[in-house]
T-cell receptor
Framework: GENVEQHPSTLSVQEGDSAVIKCTYS??????FPWYKQELGKRPQLIID?????GEKKDQRIAVTLNKTAKHFSLHITETQPEDSAVYFC????????????FGKGTHLIIQP | DTGVSQNPRHKITKRGQNVTFRCDPI?????LYWYRQTLGQGPEFLTY????????KSRLLSDRFSAERPKGSFSTLEIQRTEQGDSAMYLC?????????????FGPGTRLTVL
């Protein structure tokens, strides 16, 4: 089955700086890669996703890049703000009969004022 | 609120008791998923439904777990003879089938504590 590794587990950045979170996946058949943000005690919320037919996608301060050859994808947050503080999860979808997402272990992003 | 809803939000039970959780998906969504999330981990897939048909179960779903979606709308997840290791957040998600990979929207979860 699919295996998703996520790094770092904790990331502390100064407000206004950029943050980058990286994930690798194992199943070359995976074709969909969402990123979720989860604040303490709340539901995971989709912030951006990318499908395997594109290499990059951007939505305001958030961007995701995908390298299918290397089997890794990254989340980039620019001009970080205090409300960006949360746990971020990457996930991969590999299909093949198992239609659930496989998640990474999460990155706790801390924005220092 | 037109998002995914789950009830109850919290459940405390004693070991050996049975518990049942409910999930109401976004109304037009025909796919419904159950995940389990423990502290410091990402959600782990348990099972999913396309309309009323349960199409896939993870090996994490032991025989004590059963899920239903009788009319293709809401779903229930029952855990029989609960164990302390069942303590976790149980998340439901729904999506609209279209293409090979569908965007999943999560509910707020049911936090289960087994004493």
């Amino acid at each position: 089955g699919e295996n998703v590794e996520q790094h770092p587990s904790t990331l502390s950045v100064q407000e206004g700086d950029s943050a980058v979170i990286k994930c690798t996946y194992s199943d070359s058949a995976s074709n969909y890669f969402p990123w979720y943000k989860q604040e303490l005690g709340k539901r995971p919320q989709l912030i951006i996703d990318i499908r395997s037919n594109v290499g990059e996608k951007k939505d305001q301060r958030i961007a995701v890049t995908l390298n299918k050859t290397a089997k890794h994808f990254s989340l980039h947050i620019t001009e970080t703000q205090p409300e960006d503080s949360a746990v971020y999860f990457c996930a991969a979808y590999s299909g093949g009969g198992a239609d659930g997402l496989t998640f990474g272990k999460g990155t706790h992003l801390i924005i220092q004022p | 609120d037109t998002g995914v809803s789950q009830n109850p939000r919290h459940k405390i039970t004693k070991r050996g008791q049975n518990v049942t959780f409910r999930c109401d998906p976004i109304s037009e969504h025909n796919r419904l998923y159950w995940y389990r999330q423990t502290l410091g981990q990402g959600p782990e897939f348990l099972t999913y439904f396309q309309n009323e048909a349960q199409l896939e179960k993870s090996r994490l779903l032991s025989d004590r777990f059963s899920a239903e979606r009788p009319k293709g709308s809401f779903s229930t997840l029952e855990i029989q003879r609960t164990e302390q290791g069942d303590s976790a957040m149980y998340l439901c998600a729904s999506s609209l089938r279209g293409g090979r990979a569908d965007t999943q929207y999560f509910g707020p979860g049911t936090r289960l504590t087994v004493l």
